[in-house]
Structures are given as C-alpha cells and as structure tokens.
C-alpha cells in the first residue's frame, strides 16, 4: 500500500487519527478552564454513590444488592455515567460542529465515535476511585474480574450503535433531544445500579433481559460480586448490543444526505 493511499480521506489510518485529535480537542476543551480538571470525571459518581449509600444503609433498611454496597453501586454507576453522557452528547453530535461536518472529507460517523472515545477514555480515568473503594473496604476481587473489559468492549459496541441513531435523528427532529433525557433518566431506574439482576423479582428478570445494560452491568460487577452473573441477562446484552450496532450503521448510511441538507 502507498503512503497517498494511507493518507487518503477514507483510509483507516487517516481515520482513527482524526478520531484521537478530535477526542483529545474535547477533552481538552471540557477540562481547559477547570481548576479541578480529572477530578470532575469522578466526583458525579462519586457524590452520586455517597447519596445512595447514605439512602439505603444509613436512612432505609436496605434488601438490594451486596456489601459493600458502595463498590456494589460504583461498578455501574461509573459505567451508567459514560454510558449517560455519552447519549447526552449524541443529540448535540452534528449541529454543535455543523460547518466542520459539511466540509471534512472524512467519514460523519467519527462525529459519533469521538464521543464514545472521549467520554470512555474519562470513564477508564475513573476506575481508580472503584481501586481506592475496593481496598478501603476489602471487597473479595476473583478472577471474574477478566470480564471487566469485555463489558467495556460491549458497552463500546452499544455506545457506537446507539449514536449513529440517535445522532442524526435529532437533527431531523430537534425535540428527539429533550425526549432523549427522559427516556435517561427512567432507564437509569429500569437498569440494575442501585439493586442487581438478581435482586429483581419473577416476570421482571425476563424482562430485563431486553436492557443492554443489564448483562453489562452484571460483567462489571461479577468480579466482586460472583453471585450477581446472570447469563440471559449477559447472552441478551451481546444479542442487542449487536443488533443495535448493526440497526446504526443502516440508520446511518440512510439519514446521513438527509442531515446533510438540514445542516
């Protein structure tokens, strides 16, 4: 392969460089006039996790989840957050940059992707905190723990999926946005972070099965948690992760001339 055809507009290579600039631009952006900077990537998990331990083991008698309940609820709330913002910014993906992406001769999709990319690179800068808890409160660590990585890869693919949906819908209909955060926020309730699959009674287990995110959930817990794996819920997450990837990049190809115009 020549060099002019490594370089060219479409080329893997041209790509994924892109990518990692414009990633890098957001996050130098987001943290540019922070005086706090990295710490802001874990303190919305954080304050979120402190309220919820208060709540359930101080406040309520607490008949969800396993102890600590505090590594209990940060193995998913670090990953609902990534998972949160990310779709949060899909909807601002094209109209935030709208001169850039009628110009640049790369691919509109890396317009998703850097969002995946930046948004997941500050959920791997968080895992620390989850290090800190789990040492501070001598949380059992098994070799299910391996399955750590296979969530994020699996949240990746549903991440990428999902914002070449939602992307370029909002730009077709402009209050997909608002809808957006409302169908969030009750996910956020209908996805095991406060309890587990295991904690769901008969006739809602089945139907969590549907929720991506509760097999992911499931593969970041497990390695604390061992008796928190459910496999529907893990075969269901590959399943829809997958279908949903592949439902993107269709929706994508098809709308892409249509936002095009309507930027």
Known sequence: M?????????????YLHSLWLLSARDLKVRYATSALGYLWSVLDPLVMSAIYWFVFTQIFRRGVGEDPYIVFLITALLPWVWFNAAVSDFTRAFNKDARLVRSTAIPRSIWVNRIVLSKGIEFLCSIPVLVAFAIFTGAHVGWEVLWFPVAVLLQLILL??????????????????????LV??????????????????????EVAVFNPLAGIFTLYRVGFFPEQWDTAAVVGSVVVS??????GVLTFRRLEPAVLKEL
């Open 2 to 14: 020549t060099s002019t055809t490594v370089g060219a507009p479409g080329s893997p290579r041209r």
């Open 160 to 181: 990428t999926g999902l914002g070449l949906i939602v992307a370029p819908l909002c730009v077709l209909w402009a209050d997909l946005e608002r809808t957006t955060r």
């Open 184 to 205: 969030l926020r009750a996910l956020f309730y209908a996805s095991p972070i406060i309890y587990g699959v295991t904690d769901l009674p008969s006739g809602f287990a």
């Open 242 to 247: 997958l279908l949903v990837l592949g439902l």
